[in-house]
Structures are given as structure tokens and as C-alpha cells.
């Protein structure tokens, strides 16, 4: 009922802009605005929620916009291919509104694998005091690492998510809660804050059908969107430092109690925590253009010593991207084209450790390289070819199971 629900809302929304686009266009009626500006002009990460195109009905406090990705793929396992598919992963709308001065909320909304999944990512209400303290409460996107917060497909040149930020990481990871961010700056610098307290982790992490530690299994569970699996909270910091000329670097830090440690005053099991450190990167070379985008994160979980060895309590991986644009001028009509070749490197290892009865070496590790081009005929739309090579261990070491591909797709804000 409650998809049913959202996805009638979300038509109505859609079917009053395009009704009233073309009718009213041409008095400047419906018009496109800029990303919502901010207190602070220099970006960070933690920006990225309101550094999107929207549309805006007139003078109405309403603005809608959102992005759709489309793909299609080749992939062979050791030799042996499924053959073509195609994709529509996601298709994601924003819905924002500035109530009035200094208090504004914006809602993300995303449908999943042709609408099978719905999921609201963001719902929060801001309140600015000041630019250096604002209050901020309703469904939060916690900020662990930069990937997390700043996802969009149309930002990326590849198709595929980093598996860290995926498949360690639980990516558009969202909760519950409430919380302060704020950001002030000196000269060329740029700094940044968010704390909040959440909902968080269940026991899923250590007990689901990927029999491994897993933080991501946490998000089948709706639930942490109406109370707190144990009553303990979550708690999310980030830290963010900008320079103009070099880039931005962030430090996040996610953890809390994942287990039902007691029930009706009856103590069931010790706490148990789930804790995870996260550093992202991002910069420029100046004169050359090279964008340069990286994260890694450490995972440390209180894995009951009665599990087995599968299970591990130690985690670590990440990603970095090397986008270097080689053709900037008009093509075909588009004024601001760009051509770009790109490269990410990925590694996970999802059990840090020995075997406690050999001492050999825990696998379970992965590894990619993903080779690209791109093309953006303007700056919120990107056509993206990628050839994908990675190889993944068991918990034994075995050799690994090797997995190549090309993937073709196009992503854009509307």
C-alpha cells in the first residue's frame, strides 16, 4: 500500500510538470534553477544533496527534479557468458521546498530495477541558525566515507558502483535521526562538520544469507525507519577540509551497538559494535585537468566467538578514479562537450586475518581495474563505456573466479 502510495504521488508530481511545461514555458513560467545556493560558495561532499538541478514551477516554494540510468551489459565468468542484458537500475526523483528563511526540505526518492524496489533515501527537514550550526531531522543519509552522500549516477563516469561502497559499505545508506552539520571557511579554505545521532545496524551483519560479515544486509530491514532495533543509537561524524587549488579530504567515522543485548530487562548477550573509520579524497591537477577521486574504510564488528571463522570481524577497501578529459569544445551543437578516458581501481577485503588452528592467510578479497571513455554533451548528462576485469578469492584462496565485461550506459538529471 505505502508503494502504491508514493509511486501515485510521485506521478501526480511528474504529470503537473510536464502538463504545465509546455504551456507555460513560454512566459517563464517553468524554468530550470541553479542548485540551491549556499552560505558558504565553496562545495564539499556533504553539499551534494542540494548541488542538483531542480525545476521550478513559478513562484511556487516547490521544486522538483531527479536522474534515470540506463545500461546495458556483457559480462563472462571463466569463460562463460549469460550474454546481453539490459538495465534500468534506478530512476530517482528530489522533491525540495525552501518553507521560508533558512528553513528548506528535501525528500530522494528512488525506484529501483524497474520499480520492484521504492525506497526514500532523504526526507529532512534544515533549519540554519547560523552557516557554522543548522539543525537537521527526519530520514539522514549517514555520512560514512563520500560515496555515501554524493552518489548520483550522472556524476560518475562508470556505470557500475564501487563494490567497497556497495558491498563492504552500505551504499545510500539512510536512517532515522537527527543531528547538527555546518560549514566556514578562511581564504581558500573550506571546512566542514556533521554529526548526527540515528538508528542503526541489527544483528543481519553477522547473520544472513551471505554467510560473511556484512553491513549492507542491514538495509532490508524498514524497520529502522520507525524505531531502533535495541534502543542504542547510531552515531555518524564527518570532518571536511577544502583548498581551492588542491582538493577536498574528509574523515568519517560511523559505529554503535548492532545486537539485541537485552529484552524486558532481561540481559540476552554482552553489547556488540559495529565501528568503521572512513577517509575520501578529491581533487585536480591544475593545467593538466585530472580529477582524481578515492575512498577507503575499515570495518571492525564484534563477531561472537561462537561464529565461525567465515565471519570476519575485521574489513577494509576502497576505490580511486582517474578521469582525464582529452577533448573540451563544441561537438555537434553542444557548446560545452567533453571527452574523457577514465580508470578506477577497487580492492576489498572482507575478511582481515588468520585462520586461528593454520595460520594461513583469511581471503575473501576482490579486486577490479575498469578501464573507460565518456562523453558529456553537457554537465548533467554522460554517456559511459566501461570494460570491467575483476577477480575474487574464496575464504580459502582457491583461484580466483575471474569476471570480464564491457558495459555501455547514459545517466542524466532532468
Known sequence: MKR?????????????????????????WLQRVEPAADSVPKKLNMDAVYDRP?????????ALGGYVEANTAWFSEDGISEGLSFQLPRLTMFISSTITRQIKFLTEIEFEEGGREINIEFAALDIQFHPAFNLRGGILMNPIGAFNQNHDGPKW??????????????????????????KFYSGAWTFGYEAYLSNGFDDSIISNSENRTSLPAAKANPERFE??????????????????????????????????????????????????????WNATIPKLGTKITGEWAWINVDVPETFSQQFGDQQYGGFVDFVQPVLQRKILGWEKAVFSIACRLEYVDWNV??????????????????????????????????????????????????????????????
Not at 502504491?4 to 517563464?28: D, K, M, R, Y
Not at 562508470?158 to 545510500?172: C, E, G, H, K, Y
Open 4 to 28: 502504491v502510495f508514493i509511486s501515485g504521488l510521485l506521478s501526480g508530481a511528474l504529470l503537473l510538470c510536464f502538463q504545465t511545461a509546455h504551456a507555460q514555458t513560454e512566459n517563464g
Open 227 to 280: 524505531e531502533s532495533f535495541n534502543g542504542q543509537p547510531l552515531s555518524t561524524v564527518k570532518l571536511s577540509v577544502r583548498q581551492q587549488d588542491i582538493g577536498e579530504i574528509g574523515f568519517s567515522y560511523m559505529g554503535g551497538v548492532f545486537n539485541q543485548f537485552q529484552e524486558d530487562g532481561l540481559i540476552l548477550d554482552q553489547k556488540r559494535s559495529v565501528h568503521t573509520w572512513a577517509v575520501d
Open 157 to 182: 563516469d562508470f556505470i557500475s558502483r564501487p563494490v567497497s561502497a556497495t558491498q563492504m559499505l552500505p551504499a545510500t545508506w539512510s536512517n532515522a535521526g537527527f543531528g547538527f552539520y555546518g
Open 54 to 62: 531542480f525545476l521550478q514551477l513559478g513562484k511556487t516554494p516547490v
Open 353 to 414: 586475518g588468520a585462520f586461528r588452528e593454520t595460520g594461513g592467510n583469511i581471503a575473501d578479497d576482490f579486486k577490479a581495474v575498469v578501464p573507460g571513455v565518456s562523453f558529456r554533451p553537457s554537465a548533467q548528462t554522460v554517456l559511459r563505456l566501461n570494460y570491467r576485469y575483476h577477480w575474487q578469492r574464496d575464504i580459502l584462496g582457491n583461484p580466483p573466479a575471474r569476471t570480464a565485461g564491457w558495459q555501455f550506459g547514459v545517466s542524466s538529471y532532468f
